[in-house]
T-cell receptor, first 109, second 116 residues
Framework: QQPVQSPQAVILREGEDAVINCSSS?????VHWYRQKHGEAPVFLMI???GGEQKGHEKISASFNEKKQQSSLYLTASQLSYSGTYFC??????????WGAGTKLIIKP | DAGVIQSPRHEVTEMGQEVTLRCKPI?????LFWYRQTMMRGLELLIY????????DSGMPEDRFSAKMPNASFSTLKIQPSEPRDSAVYFC??????????????FGPGTRLTVL
């Protein structure tokens, strides 16, 4: 079942903060976050595992609440380069990711 | 490594024609995924392979779609015959199942398919 992302879209001014949420009706083993810029392919941002382990490439923080079956991505002091669509993904089985519908983030100067 | 390579980058064809999309995964990756992305349906998994073997093709929309992975460095997605509703961006992604990679998926640049 597809994870639910909120909000669907958010507009910020450069320097403002944003939180993107991802929730699932099924128990989560891990949550993956990707960002897709317009006209490009999705790019990995972060993986959060049960037990608190994380792996990420950029200075973006996230949380994973196993009990609530949700994850949140925190974008602080946003930069123009943060613009894009953010996707969360949860594992259905083996290595098959089930993707959320995406959250479109627009950063204005 | 050059990353995941897809060809062609753009394809325009007429309804009824056969379309073949190609993908070269990152060397050493044992998982390969084919996705389709549209505004209406978002990012959809079509099929994925593990060690060249198709594991789950439940996302393949119809019998008109077929995918093969004859070896670890090459995969194709074929649509025959193509229809206008197949117009989309098709992504190929690969990942490694070793414990250090956390199953990060690396996406190719995509093939933008337009069926007239």
């Amino acid at each position: 079942q597809q994870p639910v992302q909120s909000p669907q879209a958010v507009i910020l001014r450069e320097g403002e903060d944003a939180v993107i949420n991802c929730s699932s009706s099924k128990a989560l083993y891990s949550v993956h976050w990707y960002r897709q810029k317009h006209g490009e392919a999705p790019v990995f941002l972060m993986i959060l595992l049960k037990g608190g382990e994380q792996k990420g490439h950029e200075k973006i923080s996230a949380s994973f609440n196993e009990k609530k079956q949700q994850s949140s991505l925190y974008l602080t002091a946003s930069q123009l380069s943060y613009s894009g669509t953010y996707f969360c993904g949860t594992f259905r089985q083996n290595y098959q990711l089930i993707w959320g519908a995406g959250t479109k983030l627009i950063i204005k100067p | 490594d050059a990353g995941v390579i897809q060809s062609p980058r753009h394809e325009v064809t007429e309804m009824g024609q056969e379309v073949t999309l190609r993908c070269k995964p990152i060397s050493g990756h044992d998982y390969l995924f084919w996705y389709r992305q549209t505004m209406m349906r978002g990012l959809e998994l079509l099929i994925y392979f593990n060690n060249n073997v198709p594991i789950d093709d439940s996302g393949m929309p119809e019998d008109r779609f077929s995918a093969k992975m004859p070896n670890a460095s090459f995969s194709t997605l074929k649509i025959q015959p193509s229809e206008p509703r197949d117009s989309a961006v098709y992504f190929c992604a690969s990942s490694a199942s070793d414990s250090y990679s956390y199953n990060e998926q690396f996406f190719g640049p995509g093939t933008r398919l337009t069926v007239l």
